[in-house]
């Protein structure tokens, strides 16, 4: 049976159909900005994400936690008979580099990696990138922390980041590096 029409119009449903391509091309595309995502994509998104997070935090454990030798003898690895006393500058200093992440490049022992080595680098001689030379001395040091790329090492494509180590901090750590310059 026909739906009733007004004089000279088509029914309604044919009138519907009759849209031209690009039209229902048009429609289709609202309707798919429009949905939500379905159940399957967003469980796929989270497994993403979470796969992400936690490679990256498996990456920043490595490069930050000590090193095999240091978890298998309690964390003394490097340690020497001259190692600072507990709650002295130096021993802060160590606690410091440890705890700021700066062992991810100079080594778990502090005798290099990315970075060069803190192990007899008190009173050496250091060449820079530009190719001139000076003293590892306190002030060296001290300037080398508190701003990175001041004297940059030859060498060394990897900047250390810059920090927000206030100059007492910076102390320690200059007072640690001084006790490793025997190596």
């Known amino acids: 049976m026909r739906e009733p029409t007004a004089a000279g119009q088509r029914p309604l449903r044919e009138r519907r159909s009759r849209r031209s391509p ?11 900005v429009n949905e939500v995502p379905s159940r399957r994509s967003r469980s796929l998104h989270r497994v993403a994400v979470a796969a992400t997070a936690t490679l990256v935090l498996a990456l920043v454990a490595v490069a930050c936690g000590p090193s095999a030798d ?7 690895a490097g340690a020497t008979a001259d190692a600072p006393s507990a709650g002295s500058a130096a021993a802060d200093g160590e606690q410091l580099l440890r705890s700021s992440g ?3 490049c100079h080594g778990a022992d502090f005798r290099g990696g990315a970075g060069p080595s803190l192990v007899g680098l008190a009173g050496s001689q250091v060449t820079l ?3 001139s030379t000076l003293v590892a001395d306190t002030a060296y040091l001290a300037r080398a922390i508190a701003n990175p790329s001041a004297d940059l090492v030859a060498d060394y494509n ?11 901090e910076i102390a320690d750590i200059v007072a640690y590096i001084e006790t490793l310059a025997d190596g």
């Open 129 to 131: 990138a530009d190719g």
């Open 70 to 76: 240091e978890a298998d003898s309690g964390g003394d």
């Open 158 to 168: 990897l900047k250390m980041p810059a920090n927000s180590l206030s100059e007492a």
């Open 102 to 104: 700066c062992a991810g």
């Open 22 to 32: 690009s039209a229902q091309a048009e429609n289709r595309r609202e309707r798919d």
